[in-house]
């Protein structure tokens, strides 16, 4: 790292390794995400992507190296922490709260940041009341934002998949994060809600860190400035979609191609 | 109900104090022109009803089960026994909050070890701690009482409340009544508590957990901690509705705690409906009456009350009537006015299509 700028990364693993008996699903893996910045992590099935994820969002403990969260202040945060820290994440297959509107769930996103005690709750302090309000409000920007506010009162399972995956996105937002996680963002989803994900993407860009893990390369390329590629848990290439689509070994083991 | 519903169902807390009084100054109206027998029994149902309601909250909310929470309702009944009959002169809210207090207590340390545990071990551990109650309050005999109880006479009705009642009996009629009175204003309170904890932030976390844990944490919540607010908030409100409950009958003792309270308990929520207010007022309703129908209902057939299937019918009827609402209305009897609805629309609109075509 010496020599390098002086901006702190948002999140920087070093060293990273995890073992599930005896296969090595993250083997001394080291990557950051700088602050504005677009990642992707790409790999083949079983590669060590969702468990790099899982490591990050103290889901999963490293056996040994470390996560670290420099511009954010913190280190070592457990996964209920994180949200109120600056981390959020959606999940693989959406993962909405099955029994709340979609208006709740994206105010659900907010739940870290609360900063009331129980005693508001028990005796219903008006503070209480336009804290609720405000964040009511606040996820509805958010719905409007992804263009799903008639969604509001819906409930999950009555609701076309590609919005499901727009609101898990409004609620990871809710969080204001520093760093957003996108645990296969694209996956199905069709061609206009693919190109309306990429310019959301990038508007985010603006005022966060987003590290994405993804399939759909042409969604992807255009998309990310670094890609960071991992082939049975180990990072094998870092760098500009256009290197990387041009490296022999990530052809080999993940593109497909033929040596 | 729709109209109770919406009055409720409010966000802000003044709407929902309105909602609770009302109800509280309809049944307290009722105290009056219903018989000293059944204001008794309404008594009864009014301290259960808060039980079911903490209760309510566990299951409904917090997606958790709990067989323990006649245990948590014996050790509020114990410590409003043993402080009245020690100190009996103190003000009866200052015995209300004791009995609250204890009871969270008595949940928190339960759910240190509990909240490790999920559905049916859950379940277990907690019909361990309710099945430990009866013999320890048995057999601690100089504190408890052992097997006969614990006596006081902690409610006296006030003159101003005596003198509305003239004639024969007007004694009894009067402290009957002065105990549902006071039964009911207790249980509103607690309802419109719960009511607050129901629509807040603490509400929502409670349901995150229910829906999705990974998810839930995720968005920042901590599970154990959350888990055990659960427990306590609980147990707090079954130390409530134990208080209640021997305060009107003025005495303890472990009989009144039996193992399957906490079934009986368990079934009246979900007849009257998980995770809803009027769930658990209807639950409290049913209680309080059922006893007295069930022995109407033995006379009419001909059943020997002490016979061992007349003994047993509650068990039978509860049996029954839980298996037909799993079956029709799983929101409970609250829940069938909204299912009716429904149906209604349904038809309707399968007839205008039908007729449209």
């Given at each position: 790292m010496s020599?390098?700028?002086?901006v702190?990364a ?15 699903a ?16 790409i790999?083949p ?38 949200c ?23 105010m659900?996103g ?31 920007a958010?719905?409007e ?48 809600e ?31 400035h ?19 689509s041009?490296?022999p070994e ?5 593109l497909?191609?033929?040596? | ?18 909602g ?24 009864g149902?009014?301290?259960i ?29 114990y ?16 015995t209300?909050f ?7 207590i ?37 504190v ?22 003239s ?8 402290n ?25 932030h603490t ?28 427990f ?67 006379s ?20 029954v ?17 909204r ?9 309707r ?9």
């Amino acid at each position: 790292m010496s020599g390098e700028p002086i901006v702190e990364a948002t999140v920087e693993l070093e060293d990273v390794t995890v073992r599930f008996g005896g296969l090595l699903a993250l083997d001394e893996v080291s990557f950051d995400v700088q602050p504005m910045e677009i990642v992707g992590l790409i790999g083949p099935n079983g590669a060590g992507k969702t468990t790099a994820f899982n490591v990050i969002c103290g889901f999963q403990k490293a056996d040994s190296g470390t996560v670290r969260f420099p511009a954010l202040g913190h280190n070592a945060l457990t996964t209920s922490q994180l949200c109120a820290a600056g981390v959020a994440r959606t999940l693989q297959g959406v993962g909405l709260f099955t029994n709340m509107s979609v208006l709740e769930n994206v105010m659900a996103g907010a739940q870290g940041h609360v900063g009331r005690g129980f005693a508001s709750s028990l005796f219903g302090f008006p503070a209480g009341f336009r804290h609720e309000l405000k964040l009511r409000d606040d996820a509805m920007a958010q719905l409007e934002r992804l263009g799903i506010a008639k969604f509001a009162s819906a409930l999950p399972y009555s609701i076309p998949y590609g919005i499901s995956k727009k609101v898990s996105i409004a609620r990871a937002l809710m969080g204001r994060p520093s760093l957003l996680m996108l645990d296969e963002p694209a996956s199905g989803l069709d061609e206009n809600e693919l190109q309306e994900l990429a310019e959301l993407i990038v508007q985010l860009r603006e005022s966060m860190s987003v590290l994405l893990v993804e399939h759909n390369m042409d969604f992807v390329m255009p998309l990310v400035h670094r890609l960071v590629v991992l082939n049975f848990g180990k990072v094998i290439a870092t760098g500009a979609p256009a290197t990387i689509s041009t490296d022999p070994e990530v052809l080999a083991a993940y593109l497909g191609v033929d040596s | 109900m729709k109209w109770f519903r919406s009055i409720v169902a409010q966000e802000r807390t003044t709407a929902r104090l309105t909602g609770v009084l009302a109800v509280t100054i309809l049944t307290l109206a009722i105290t009056f022109v219903l018989p000293p027998v059944a204001d008794s029994q309404l008594a009864g149902g009014a301290a259960i009803s808060i039980v079911i309601l903490g209760l309510s909250w566990l299951v409904g909310w917090s997606g958790q089960i709990s067989l323990g929470n006649s245990g948590f309702m014996a050790v509020g009944a114990y410590a409003t026994g043993i402080w009245a009959v020690h100190h009996g002169s103190t003000p009866l809210i200052f015995t209300f909050f004791l009995a609250t207090v204890i009871g969270a207590i008595s949940g928190l340390i339960i759910a240190i070890p509990s909240t490790r545990l999920s559905g049916p071990y859950l379940a277990g551990m907690t019909l361990a701690f309710s099945a430990a109650i009866s013999p320890i309050a048995q057999n601690y005999t100089s504190v408890t009482g052992g097997e006969g109880g614990l006596f006081f006479n902690t409610l006296t009705t006030p003159h101003w409340f005596l003198g509305l009642f003239s004639g024969q009996n007007a004694t009894i009629n009067a402290n009957a009544q002065w105990t549902a009175d006071l039964a009911v204003v207790v249980a509103g309170v607690a309802f419109f508590f719960m009511a607050n904890l129901f629509h807040s932030h603490t509400g929502r976390a409670m349901r995150l957990v229910r829906d999705n844990d990974v998810a839930a944490e995720l968005v920042g919540i901590n599970l154990p901690r959350t888990r055990t607010v659960a427990f306590v908030v609980s147990a707090a409100f079954a130390g409530l509705g134990g208080s209640v409950y021997v305060l009107i009958n003025a005495t303890v003792n472990p009989s009144a705690f039996p193992l399957t309270l906490s079934i009986t308990l368990l079934t009246l929520m979900v007849l009257g409906g998980i995770g809803t207010l009027s769930g658990a007022v209807i639950g409290g309703i049913i209680y309080a009456f059922s006893t007295n129908l069930i022995s109407h209902l033995n006379s009419l057939t001909g059943i020997n009350p002490t016979s061992n299937l007349g003994a047993n019918m509650q068990g039978i009827i509860f049996g029954v009537l839980l298996i037909l609402t799993m079956l029709f209305a799983p929101h409970g009897i609250a829940g069938l006015g909204r299912r009716l609805r429904f149906f209604v629309k349904s038809v309707r609109r399968v007839a205008s299509v039908s007729t449209g075509e």
